[in-house]
Nanobody, 116 residues
Framework: QVQLVESGGGLVQAGGSLRLSCAGS????????MGWYRQAPGKQRELVAG???????DYSDSVKGRFTISRGNVKNTMFLQMNSLKPEDTAVYYC??????????WGKGTLVTVSS
């Protein structure tokens, strides 16, 4: 059973930084793609950043230049370095992963709160 576990969320002041981590387990396969999504209160879940197994990255316009997604040396791990955080970045951040030919997998989320 594939599991994704996020960590690293918390409370930070505007302008500060946080580093989120996602660790996947329960599969012998490497994830073909991984990504971070977020959902703020009263809003739909949105893609923040994605990364393929080949290292190709994509970012939403709202975080470009501030956030950096990367995959770890340990198989099926991923990070999100978040700098210059803004109050509008406040949300629950979810790890997403894909294995070719199967369904998407989701973590339970980690809360990021940015105070003004």
């Amino acid at each position: 059973q594939v599991q994704l576990v996020e960590s690293g969320g918390g409370l930070v002041q505007a302008g500060g930084s946080l580093r989120l981590s996602c660790a996947g387990s329960g599969t012998i396969f490497s994830f073909s793609a991984m990504g971070w999504y977020r959902q703020a209160p009263g809003k739909q879940r949105e893609l923040v950043a994605g990364i393929t197994s080949g290292g190709i990255t994509d970012y939403s316009d709202s975080v470009k230049g501030r956030f950096t997604i990367s995959r770890g040396n340990v198989k099926n791990t991923m990070f999100l370095q978040m700098n210059s955080l803004k109050p509008e970045d406040t949300a629950v951040y979810y790890c997403n992963a894909k294995i070719v030919g199967t369904v998407d997998y989701w973590g339970k989320g980690t809360l990021v709160t940015v105070s003004s």
